[in-house]
Structures are given as C-alpha cells and as structure tokens.
C-alpha cells in the first residue's frame, strides 16, 4: 500500500464531487472529493457513501500540496490509543500530549502552536468538528480514534476549499460505511492504568451503529477518565440521482482531571505522577447531527450538500487553572512553589467554568467536470452561539455558587469559494479564491452591557502539479492564509472592541510525489508560512501571558516514506526539520502595545527536529512492528527562557524519544489477538508548560482481542 493512498479494502470510491470553491483548489490541488452518486451501491464489503473527503482515493497526482492519509490498516495494526499517536505518522505535524487520553488535543502544522489545536481546521467527513471554529477554536473535546477508518492530512492552497483556518492545514476524520451484507465485529481491551476499551460494531444494509467505552487513568495521578461514545450511520438511495447520508453521534465524558501542571519544585521532589487536585472534575456531552445529500446531473456534475448541527455542553470544576494561580490562598502557592505535598480539602474553593456551545450550518458543493479540467465553488452558512459562565464554590467539592461570569457569544459567518483545475497534458493549474464574512456579538449578561463587530477577507490561492509520468508528481503551491480572533478577544466584557486583526500570511510549498519501485513511495515538500500577522497567546489559563501579535517567519523540509518489501519487511518514516521559527518583529501586547520577546527569538512549542519511524514483518496471520517518536527541544515562552522556571510555566523543554511497539495475530478470519506496549522503556519526559509541567503518559502494556461475524 502506498504511503500517500488509502488502503483498498475492497471499497469502491464514488467519484469525486467538487464543492464551489473547494473545486477550484482542488484542480490543482485536488484536495476535496466527495464520494460520487448514483446510488449508495454496493461495492465489495462496503456500502459507497455521499460524504466530503479533502484528499480522496487516487486524487493526489492531482493534488498541487502536500497530503498524506493514514489509512484503516496503519490505524488498526499499530494499536494507536489517541489521534496524537495517530498523527505523529505524518511529516509537519506536531502533536503535544495533555493528559494521556489524548481527549483534549493540541495538534499544530507545520511550526505553528499546537495549544488546544487553535491554528488548524478540524473535519470529521467534511463536516466541523470544533464546536466553534469561528469564534473560539479551542479543542476541548475529541473523539476516539477508534471511530475513524482513516485520517486525512493536508496542507497548502487546498486548505481555502475548507476554513476558517487556512494557514496550517485541514486534518479531517473519515468514518467507516456501513457493510453491504449484515455482520461487526466485538473488541476488547485490557491494561495497566485501569485501561478498559470495550467496541461494538454491527451494521448491514445501509446501517451501521458502532459503542465504544474507553476508560482508564491518565498520565498523572487523580487523571481518571471515562468516555461513552455512540453512532449511527445510515446511507440510502432516494432516486436514480439522488443519496443521502444520515448520521448521529452521542458523547459523554466523565473524568477527573485539574487544569493545573506542577511546579519545578513539586516534579523535583513529588515525581512527574505527582497530582492533587482530586476534586477536580471535567464533565461533557455532545450531541451531534449531519445531513450529507448528493445530487448527480449526470456527465460527472454532482451537488453535494451537508447540513449539520451540534450541542456541545462542558463543566469544568477546578481548584487551580496553573500552578500559581492563587485560587487557595498565598500559603497554598508557597507549599505547591517549595514542592510540598498540598492537600486540596483544605482549600474552601472551586471554580466552575461552565460552557455550552451550538453550532449549525449547511453547505452546498458543486463539481462540473468541462473539457479543459473540473470546476468547483461552494458556499457556506455557519452559526455558533457560546454560553459561559463561571461559578465560584466556597468548599473544595462544591458545584454551585456564585455567579462571577456570564457571557453569551454569537458568531454568524458566511463564506465561499470557486476553483478551476486546468488540465494541460502533464501540468495542472488550479486557481481559487475564498471568501469569508464573520460576524460576532458578545453580551455580559451580568452588566447587561454588549459590543459587537466584524470583518471580511478574501484569500486567493494557486497550486500546480507536473506529472511526467505515473510514478512521480511535483507539485507547489501558494496562497494567502487566513484565520479569524476569537470573539472573546475582539469583544472585551465591557463591550469594548479591541483592535486585534486577523492573523494574515502568506503560504508556499514545493515538494515532490514518488514511486521509484513499487514497493517504496516518498512524498518531500519545502514550506515557507510568513505571517504578516500572527495572534498568540502566551497562557491559555490564568493570564499569565497577554495577547499579543506580531510578525513571524515559519521554513523547514518534511519528508515521508513507506516502503513493503516482498519478504513481509515494512517501514515508515515521518521527519519535520524546521530550523526557522523566529519572531521577523517583536510581538506586542494588543491592550497595551509593551513588547512581548524580541525579534529572532524561536517560537513557542516548535521543535527543530520530530521523527516517527518504524520497522515491523508481517507473515501469514502474523504482524507486529516497533516505532519510535522523537521530538527535538523547544522553547515555551517568547522570551525563550531556559531553564524550566520554579512555577513551572515558562522554560526550554529537553528532547524525548518513545518507544512504541504492537503485535498482532489473526487466529482465523474471525478472531484477532493483539498486544500493545506504549512508552516501552517508561520514559519520564516533560510536554507541557502552559500551566505548569505536564508530562508524557507512562509505561502503558495493553492486550485485547476483535471477534468479526
């Protein structure tokens, strides 16, 4: 299999469906392709599907950027717990750990802050999956991998099909289709940490309904986690012309986990399990509804439409969101700063940041194949609207009382594309403009006091291919990217409007696609992000470093490679250089103008150096493969201190290697063992400074096994 193409599995691919401006784009870059038509038949084991891919079975020699997927294989053999483990197989992409479960991201592209995975566009089928990517980005909850058949990754001038984000790139989840003949499969899992991951599958006909229930500790003490997370899918044809496909998806989290990381005293003296903050508790639930309808014109036109809603709900009950926040009194912080064991109970505080978000919106994509290539254009109505409160408890396990914060954000956001892929003999060109239109309001419902704003932006875009012949593909493009400020810092709770702009830059890749033998393939790129303007955010908690926005320079090389050898030896290679990162001008508080770090210094969390490879044999109902993760040093702060300082919360963290290593065996074509060992040799290595040290998960030893009917 291929590196840069999904696994066959015996699943035919509807032909792509281009969507408005996506289509432009994607001529050249040829990043969206929804499945095509004609009826959800039948095609192998699985049903076809109406449903947006941004990359799409055998579209790269088309595709004018970088683009890689990690298809349902590579997911399912090397046992990855969370989508981090997931997308540290793809060159350029940065994955930081939180709190081991991998439930609240922090993906970043190509050297830009992965924080809460802020700077990129998250999809699952083509559909948002941040429940607010307009108006406050932040990931807070994910899904499990588990759900997903495959991962798309890509970057470049293709990203303006989707958005807002369209600077890093567009990581998007693509579900399994339901099975053509009645049948699933059980799955169970067991392991050290208390790990429990029960998965049920059962489909036919058009439905497929999948359970899954993970839980287990995190990478530090009182880190207990438990997620419940159900879906249906169901995929029908409504006439010759005309699919539809109908999903559902039920989410809950119950887990016990402090925002709060150690300071340098506490993992000196406690060790990096070292954690409190018992009381603390993280409380979710997510309903979530798409639509996805296709229309077929006949000669290869197809509009395809996907409408969406979903109710994102979260508590968060805590006694400290830093290390040194004060929440427990002066005497409480000296403890945690000498690296005394603090006991929780004793502290009569508890903030509740309570937070419910709704997001809808529909999105019509129109592909018309013509004589010269592919047009393509689509439009898009989104709508978030953002309830928060902050509740103040005055004992240490209180879930009530006062009401200190209550904001009601509303983003309304309008956007389009229109692309053209010009076929030339062995070029393709494929020009693209976005457009977006974004509205916000906020309200503080305690002074009854709001503001509001907005702004426009128009991103062009061009990407190019030469295929000189079926093996190779060299590609490039550029395009201005774009990202919107969150509402909270554009509107300030007096109602103030605050002068933050957008982040602007400018985007150039130049890479290279090939297959030199048929059992190796390579993908290569050199990328360049200028940022006219970048937002960052020293501290996502406690304000300890304000906004600010300055002018930055992101350069580097990322390099791919898979190969299969004829006698069962695999590998794979994932490496990012970027040896540029540096404030071009020294970044600036918004609210006051006092400089923030100094020009030529590095850029908070980007490592010079990551690598993930692996070897592995597979033989007969036999496979199993060794991987190692590495990633280079890197600052945390603007003003690149070093070392680590005593709250924990600025420094320069050391370089980490983890190793990981899977098993599996297939009994019959039934029943599937398997064995999977995280962090082999208990690597005790630091990942996060944003709030205090927070570490990597620990030794983890997993066995399970799937029955299929």
Same mark, same amino acid.
């Given at each position: 299999?291929?590196?840069?193409?999904?696994?066959?599995?015996?699943?035919?691919?509807?032909? #792509?469906?281009?969507?408005?401006?996506?289509?432009?784009?994607?001529?050249?870059?040829?990043?969206?392709?929804?499945?095509?038509?004609?009826?959800?038949?039948?095609?192998?084991?699985?049903?076809?599907?109406?449903?947006?891919?941004?990359?799409?079975?055998?579209?790269l020699p088309e595709l004018g950027g970088a683009g890689q997927i990690i298809g349902p294989k590579e997911l399912e053999t090397s046992r990855v717990l969370t989508a981090n483990e997931a997308l540290r197989k793809v060159p350029g992409v940065n994955v930081r750990d939180e709190e081991g479960f991998g439930l609240r991201p922090n @993906?970043? @592209?190509?050297?830009?802050?992965? +924080?809460?995975?802020?700077?990129? +566009?998250?999809?699952?089928?083509?559909?948002?999956?941040?429940?607010?990517?307009?108006?406050?980005?932040?990931?807070?909850?994910?899904?499990?991998?588990?759900?997903?058949?495959?991962?798309?990754?890509?970057?470049?001038?293709?990203?303006?099909?989707?958005?807002?984000?369209?600077?890093?790139?567009?990581?998007?989840?693509?579900?399994?289709?339901? #099975?053509?003949?009645?049948?699933?499969?059980?799955?169970?899992?067991?392991?050290?940490?208390?790990?429990?991951?029960? !998965?049920?599958?059962?489909?036919?006909?058009?439905?497929?309904?999948d359970y899954t229930r993970k839980q287990g500790n995190g990478a530090r003490d009182n880190l207990e986690h438990a997620i419940d997370d159900f879906n249906l899918k169901y995929v029908t044809s409504l006439t010759a012309t005309q699919a539809l496909t109908l999903r559902a998806n039920v989410y809950q989290e119950d887990s016990t986990v402090t925002y709060s990381g150690l300071t340098r005293a506490e993992f000196?003296?406690?060790?990096?399990?070292?954690?409190?903050?018992?009381?603390?508790?993280?409380?979710?639930?997510?309903?979530?509804?798409?639509?996805?309808?296709?229309?077929?014109?006949?000669?290869?036109?197809?509009?395809?439409?996907?409408?969406?809603?979903?109710?994102?709900?979260?508590?968060?009950?805590?006694?400290?969101?830093?290390?040194?926040?004060?929440?427990c009194g002066g005497a409480f912080s000296a403890n945690r700063l000498a690296g005394n064991v603090v006991n929780p109970d004793t502290?009569?505080?508890?903030?509740?940041?309570?937070?419910?978000?709704?997001?809808? =919106?529909?999105?019509? !994509?129109? /592909?018309?194949p013509h004589r010269l290539g592919e047009f393509q254009a689509g439009l898009k109505a989104h709508f978030e609207e953002q309830d928060r409160q902050q509740v103040n408890g005055t004992s240490p396990t209180a879930r009530g009382? +006062?009401?200190?914060?209550?904001?009601?954000?509303? /983003?309304?956001?309008?956007?389009?594309?229109?692309?053209? !892929?010009?076929?030339?003999?062995?070029?393709?060109?494929?020009?693209?403009?976005?457009?977006?239109? @974004?509205?916000?309001?906020?309200?503080?419902? $305690?002074?009854?006091?709001?503001?509001?704003?907005? $702004?426009?932006?128009?991103? #062009?875009?061009?990407?190019?291919?030469?295929?000189?012949?079926?093996?190779?593909?060299?590609?490039?493009?550029?395009?201005?990217?774009?990202?919107?400020?969150?509402?909270e810092d554009l509107i300030g709770s007096n109602g103030t409007v605050t002068e933050v702009d957008p982040e602007k830059s400018t985007n150039f890749e130049f890479g290279v696609r090939t297959a030199p033998a048929?059992?190796?393939?390579?993908?290569?790129?050199?990328? !360049?992000?200028?940022?006219?303007?970048?937002?960052?955010?020293?501290?996502i908690a406690g304000g300890n470093t304000p906004?600010?926005?300055?002018?930055?320079?992101?350069?580097?090389?990322?390099?791919?490679?898979?190969?299969?050898?004829?006698?069962?030896?695999?590998?794979? $290679?994932?490496? /990012?250089?970027?040896?540029?990162?540096?404030?071009?001008?020294?970044?600036?508080?918004?609210?006051? =103008?006092?400089?923030?770090?100094?020009?030529?210094?590095?850029? #908070?969390?980007?490592p010079e150096n990551t690598l993930t490879a692996s070897v592995g044999y597979e033989s007969s109902g036999f496979r199993g493969e060794v991987e190692a993760q590495y990633v280079g040093t890197q600052f945390t702060d603007f003003a690149n201190t070093n070392p680590i300082s005593a709250d924990g919360q600025r420094g320069k963290i050391d370089a980490y290697a983890v190793w990981n290593a899977a098993l599996n065996y297939r009994f019959d074509k039934s029943v599937t063992g398997f064995l999977a060992l995280k962090n082999i040799t208990d690597e005790v290595y630091i990942v996060d400074l944003t709030r205090g040290i927070q570490v990597g998960m620990p030794r983890l030893v997993q066995v399970g096994m799937r029955y299929g009917f």
């Open positions: 299999m291929s590196l840069f193409s999904p696994s066959q599995n015996h699943v035919r691919r509807i032909a #792509p469906v281009c969507i408005a401006p996506v289509c432009l784009a994607l001529g050249l870059i040829a990043p969206w392709t929804p499945a095509r038509s004609n009826l959800p038949a039948a095609a192998g084991t699985e049903m076809t599907a109406p449903q947006v891919t941004v990359i799409g079975r055998d579209k @993906i970043g @592209i190509r050297g830009l802050n992965p +924080t809460r995975s802020t700077k990129i +566009t998250l999809l699952e089928d083509g559909i948002p999956l941040a429940y607010a990517p307009y108006g406050d980005n932040a990931s807070y909850y994910h899904p499990p991998i588990d759900r997903y058949r495959s991962v798309e990754v890509l970057k470049g001038a293709s990203s303006l099909l989707f958005g807002p984000q369209t600077i890093g790139g567009v990581i998007n989840y693509v579900t399994p289709n339901p #099975p053509v003949e009645f049948g699933g499969y059980i799955q169970g899992t067991l392991g050290n940490r208390d790990y429990v991951n029960g !998965r049920v599958s059962i489909g036919g006909n058009g439905f497929l309904l000196n003296r406690q060790g990096s399990l070292y954690n409190p903050f018992k009381n603390d508790k993280f409380d979710t639930d997510r309903l979530g509804l798409s639509a996805t309808h296709e229309y077929d014109f006949g000669a290869g036109a197809t509009l395809l439409t996907n409408v969406y809603y979903s109710k994102f709900d979260r508590d968060w009950w805590r006694q400290a969101s830093n290390s040194q926040d004060g929440q502290c009569n505080s508890v903030q509740g940041r309570l937070r419910s978000y709704t997001t809808y =919106g529909i999105e019509p !994509r129109l /592909t018309v009382g +006062t009401l200190v914060e209550n904001n009601r954000r509303q /983003t309304d956001a309008y956007s389009g594309f229109v692309a053209n !892929r010009f076929a030339l003999g062995q070029f393709g060109v494929t020009p693209i403009v976005r457009y977006e239109s @974004i509205s916000v309001d906020r309200t503080n419902r $305690l002074t009854s006091v709001s503001g509001s704003t907005s $702004l426009t932006r128009t991103m #062009p875009g061009v990407g190019a291919t030469w295929n000189p012949n079926a093996d190779l593909t060299v590609f490039s493009s550029l395009h201005k990217g774009f990202a919107p400020p969150r509402v048929p059992w190796v393939s390579i993908q290569a790129a050199y990328f !360049r992000t200028d940022f006219d303007n970048l937002i960052a955010v020293g501290s906004l600010s926005q300055g002018k930055a320079l992101f350069e580097g090389l990322e390099l791919g490679a898979q190969a299969a050898f004829a006698n069962g030896m695999f590998g794979r $290679l994932a490496y /990012t250089w970027l040896p540029t990162a540096e404030q071009t001008e020294a970044f600036r508080n918004v609210a006051s =103008g006092a400089i923030i770090g100094k020009v030529g210094n590095r850029q #908070p969390y980007t």
